[in-house]
């Protein structure tokens, strides 16, 4: 049995210890209303859960289409397009378990790194975005089908949202459109308009006019060489020709403008397709090429005829702005003969000559001014039968360039 006095030495010990316990805790209950610990004791950054620290949105979302859809020009049925998304961290601290969810209007999407696919739905998590940091994930959409012109816009969604509750969503607008389609739909009428009109002119111009005078009122100056002499040649072959230029008739301007027709009708009837617009902006060059030879010929008849007419100005004294009746006027009037109002250059100088007593000589200034008036009035003729052909050939060519320039828009 132990000894008493071992006993009471271990009450007492107890005793002792149980005051001291006493004592801190009294200690501790006062430290506590002067000063109380914070609680929860706090985390360290990687182990706090944003929720706990985040209490206004604290997520900036972009999302950008890249590459050419950029510039927001309209996706052609089978364009694919990179969009990226960008998400920032604008707040003080970390996030953690950042979502991405993307969807899409009317577009097909592919999954790209970092996403899989939900359904009709694109999924990306990040796990962490720290302070201030912006991550970057790219997805790629691509376009099935679209209407020509103006085709349809089309949305591209992205919504983001943190374990905190924070939800943003923000969104990209794609045009889409079928431009090859939109180009082609207008070649018919191209082809069986504007190319058929310039077929039949081109007939015309080698045709006689009945109207028109086969010799001239007023001899020729007989000029040898220079403006004079090529205005005065191709007069001198109009009026043989009727008016016609038979140039068109013969080859090789005959070939020239067959074979331009030809291909031009080839291109116009060629079934739709995606590339149709590639290259369409050259197509009009290279055709302005092939009728060259042609429109040569115009501007030679047309170089001819403002030639006559600026000699025939300084043979009657015209003004530099006075036009073809006005210095036909002032020729016949400078030789003294009855001017007939009302009729065309050409029948005013047949008129005048009608009028001319047989005894009379006309002296060498009034022959001049009525022959170069007579040779820039038969090229002013000649050249509005020409300009009807170059017109059409223009035409032709300028309703493909616009059809080009309106419809080729798209991205790709």
Known sequence: ?????????????????????????????????????????PLSDELAPPAAVVSTPNLVVTISPLGAARDGKPLPPGAQVQIAAQVRNSGPVPLARVVLVARVEGIKLDAGSGWRLEGETLVAELPRLAAGATLERRFTVRIERAAPLPGATLRVVVEVRSDGGEVVNTEAVLKAADCAAAYHARFNGIRTGLIQDAKNEADAIRKVDPTWPRARAFAALGGKTGALANAERLAAYFLAQGGADGEFGRDPLRFNFVRWASDLTAYTSQTQNPALCSGAAQVVARYRDLIAPGTRRIETVRAAAASALDLARKATGAEANDDLVRVVGRAIEKARLKLDDGKPPLAQLAAARAALESDRKLDP?????LSTSETAAVLAEAVKRIDRLGDKISGVLAAIATAAKEDCVCAY
């Open 1 to 41: 049995m132990p000894s008493p006095r071992r006993d009471y030495a271990l009450i007492r010990a107890l005793a002792a210890a149980g005051l001291l316990a006493l004592a801190g805790l009294f200690a501790a209950s006062t430290r506590a209303e002067e000063e109380p610990p914070p609680y929860p004791p």
């Open 365 to 369: 200034a009034e022959l001049e001014a």
